[in-house]
T-cell receptor
Framework: AQKVTQAQTEISVVEKEDVTLDCVYE???????LFWYKQPPSGELVFLIR??????QNEISGRYSWNFQKSTSSFNFTITASQVVDSAVYFC??????????????FGKGTKLSVIP | AAGVIQSPRHLIKEKRETATLKCYPI?????VYWYQQGPGQDPQFLIS???????DKGSIPDRFSAQQFSDYHSELNMSSLELGDSALYFC???????????????FGEGSRLTVL
């Protein structure tokens, strides 16, 4: 069975601090994809990144960076110099291949990030 | 670029009423998914359709049904509504790798259902 664990339920940081959101996953598949989504108070799910299981290179996009380590089944997300606009719930997700044309996602419980001015 | 369109964005119903949510996937996408997100919860997979046929089923209550039509839009029908059905309902679509897609899910902005 597949599972995604985000142990941090809520995190508060002061603006300009760095913050890391943890994500640990479980799967027996050797081929899989991991995702991070941002859900601001307005409710929509905003795609941030996709990483496949064969690519362990870290990725940086502006103030965002991701650290994928298969050895520990982790896919952590770091925001550098946090801003108030980063306040949101962040979801880590694992993609399943479970039938023709179906790529459903299994989400973690989410981490609510509050950035205080 | 066209995105996934969901309607209505907000819906208020009374207990035991029926509600219908609509989803228009990104053109050419062959799979549609429905997710339910309760307050403070993570999105839970309900059901998916591939080329208008049900492809996967998750934790969808028997009171709910869904279908995908010939124009690829999908509808989620919810009957005998309960207070616990109050949630944000997301539709997503994807294009399979056999057609050059990545299988990545693109989400709509969600339909918020409130049951009073």
């Amino acid at each position: 069975a597949q599972k995604v664990t985000q142990a941090q339920t809520e995190i508060s940081v002061v603006e300009k601090e760095d913050v890391t959101l943890d994500c640990v996953y479980e799967t027996r598949d050797t081929t899989y994809y991991l995702f991070w989504y941002k859900q601001p108070p307005s409710g929509e799910l905003v795609f941030l990144i996709r990483r496949n299981s064969f690519d362990e290179q870290n990725e940086i996009s502006g103030r965002y960076s991701w650290n994928f380590q298969k050895s520990t089944s982790s896919f952590n997300f770091t925001i550098t110099a946090s801003q108030v606009v980063d306040s949101a719930v962040y979801f880590c997700a694992l993609r399943l291949n479970s039938g023709a044309g179906s790529y459903q996602l299994t989400f973690g419980k989410g981490t609510k990030l509050s950035v205080i001015p | 670029a066209a995105g996934v369109i969901q309607s209505p964005r907000h819906l208020i119903k009374e207990k035991r009423e029926t509600a219908t949510l609509k989803c228009y996937p990104i053109p050419r996408h062959d799979t549609v998914y429905w997710y339910q997100q309760g307050p403070g919860q993570d999105p839970q997979f309900l059901i998916s359709f591939y080329e208008k046929m049900q492809s996967d089923k998750g934790s969808i209550p028997d009171r709910f049904s869904a279908q995908q039509f010939s124009d690829y839009h999908s509808e989620l029908n919810m009957s005998s509504l309960e207070l616990g059905d109050s949630a944000l309902y997301f539709c997503a679509s994807s294009l399979g790798s056999q057609w050059g897609g990545t299988g990545e899910l693109f989400f709509g902005e969600g339909s918020r259902l409130t049951v009073l």
